[in-house]
């Protein structure tokens, strides 16, 4: 058990952390300074850490044995209005995280090969790599998904026409109750896993 920790640890740590810095960054490019006026444009962890959502309830449901392990980052904060085109922006600032994951999931493949390719001795720094692209690609799957506050639906509600865009924004509010039953009766298991 403390073994699967010190191998995911790093990579879950990396993940979060670029995940919301990507969107604090992309939220500056397109014209809203919130994040970084208060300090969330940044790659120290500490800045995006949740006690409940990434300590807390993660911690719990692993040391329970829960088949699924789940918790969140400190979200950003976006003022969207702020934005130049906040309609169209919303969703290059929500597509941020996503592709930031992506990225991820891909160098630590590359950083993966390489460690086989040079015959690394003991297998600690191949997990660490494998865990890496799986965390990244769990991540970049789960907040693909289309249901506010996720990335997925924050995309969704850019595309959609206005009137529409604001009812589908209403869910927000109860969107995390709504992943955790979802997450229960596995349609998010479907919706990762092809």
Known sequence: MLYTFAVYALPILLAITLHEAAHAYAAKYFGDLTAYQQG????????????????????????????????????????FGRLRKPKRDMAWVALAGPAANLLMAFLWLVLSVILHRVHIEGEYLLRVAAAGVTTNLVLFAFNLFPLPPLDGGRIVVSLLPYRLAYSFSQIERYGFFIVLVLAYFRVIHFWMVP
């Open 40 to 79: 969330r444009m940044s790659l120290n962890p500490i800045r995006h850490i949740d006690p409940f959502g990434t300590i807390l309830i993660p911690a719990l449901l692993f040391f329970v044995g829960s088949p699924f392990i789940f918790g969140y980052a400190k979200p950003v904060p976006v003022d």
